[in-house]
């Protein structure tokens, strides 16, 4: 590592793999730890020493009881000259969250001094979430007779469910999207590109298309926290405080499903959110992440009460760049799959994106013959692939459709 790196400066990795966002990083420090500084001072050799910077650089987040009054934050904000960007109320967990300016100071170490000495009021990182697809893959035979979600659409089209979606905007206009959207934007709708992911995602659970939709009459709450990010234009990204936003907008539009295409850190607010949605009784269906057999586990998926989907192949091959992980529950198509694409047109891409929506059209399917249906027993109806019973790459194993209706 070059000796002119300032200990405050900020540098910038490039990943092995192109379709992951350059990865950034902060001096934080310099260990003197080699085996030259114990011998002499003279040849010792300083190691920089890293923190990876996975929040938003410039804001952070401050979270109080709603029954406090707002001065509590109002003088956190002042002593620790933060601004107030926004403020939202997130009812389902009976707090107030405030959305704040750093002015230049490093999150991270605002988040500990402020753990450290105040009481009143918690703070956190804004931290980064990322979709989980890939696009321009090589397109397989399309594995919809793989979990028997043909079939069953001959008995159900997920008519009287509601799903609702985190993601990018959609393209609402799509020529194959002929059930009820409602469209929500917490960010602006922005061009093409912006609005590919959710499209996508959209495509899976609700598309009229046959070779696409697993649940077509299927009420689409499509909630936008999504957006392109700017050093990785391929890439679609948001952050702690609109996720936590769309959370809450997401039960207080009633929905029965809850699809989270997209994978990131433990976070206290939105893991907070997450668990309140599963006590209103949301099913909430999560993406395993595409991080690769050695990356950590990915939340929200890897929360207690979430349905963490991983993808396979139409050889039932787990997808390569897939997580691996003891939270993993289930396996559904994710590899070479044809969906929708803004325009009104149809792309082919892969990742843990599209098997959660795989799984959520699915358990739409099976809501509309049974509003009593446990989702639990797609656990206990899977097809087991890879290791016998529960595993660390398939988890349970393949949905089964049919086997999850007929053991209702």
Do not use: W
């Amino acid at each position: 590592m070059p000796a002119v790196l300032h200990p405050l400066a900020f540098i910038t990795v490039i990943g092995l793999l192109s379709a992951c966002s350059p990865v950034e990083y902060k001096v934080i420090g310099r260990a003197s730890d080699s085996p030259a500084c114990h011998i002499s001072s003279s040849i010792c050799v300083e190691t920089p020493v890293f923190r990876r910077i996975d929040y938003e650089k410039d804001e952070m987040l401050i979270a109080y009881d709603q029954q406090k009054s707002s001065e509590v934050a109002d003088t956190v904000l002042k002593k620790y000259k933060l601004r107030a960007k926004r403020s939202d109320n997130l009812d389902s967990i009976g707090t107030t969250m405030i959305t704040a300016a750093t002015n230049g100071q490093d999150p991270y170490d605002l988040v500990k001094s402020i753990k450290s000495n105040e009481t009143d009021v918690d703070a956190s990182t804004s931290n980064f979430y990322i979709s989980a697809s890939i696009s321009d893959t090589p397109m397989g035979e399309y594995p919809l007779g793989l979990t028997g979600a043909d079939a069953m659409r001959q008995r159900s089209t997920g008519r009287g469910v509601v799903v609702g979606m985190i993601d990018t905007p959609i393209d609402i206009n799509h020529d194959s999207f002929r059930s009820t959207i409602d469209r929500i934007n917490l960010i602006p709708e922005g061009d093409e590109r912006n609005r590919l992911h959710g499209t996508e995602v959209a495509g899976v659970i609700i598309s009229q298309n046959a070779r696409i939709g697993i649940a077509p009459d299927t009420k689409l709450i499509a909630i936008s926290a999504f957006s392109t990010n700017a050093a990785n234009p391929d890439e679609r990204r948001s952050n702690s405080s609109l996720v936590a936003q769309a959370l809450e907008r997401a039960m207080r539009e009633g929905v029965q499903v809850l699809n989270l295409s997209f994978a990131g850190n433990a976070d206290p607010i939105v893991d907070k959110l997450v668990e309140a949605a599963i006590q209103k009784g949301i099913v909430v269906v999560a993406s395993a992440g595409n991080g690769g057999p050695g990356a950590p586990p990915a939340y929200p998926a890897a929360l207690p009460g979430v349905i963490a989907v991983t993808a396979v192949d139409k050889n039932e091959q787990v997808f390569s760049r897939a997580n691996r992980g003891d939270y993993i529950d289930l396996s559904a198509p994710g590899v070479g799959i044809l969906t929708t694409a803004p325009r009104s047109s149809f792309q082919v891409s892969s990742g843990t994106s599209l098997a959660t929506a795989h799984v959520t059209g699915a358990i739409a399917l099976l809501k509309a013959l049974n509003p009593r249906f446990n989702p639990e027993s797609l656990k206990h109806t899977a097809t087991d692939l890879g290791q016998p019973g529960l595993d660390r790459d398939y988890g349970y194993g393949l949905i089964n459709v049919e086997r999850a209706l007929a053991a209702q």
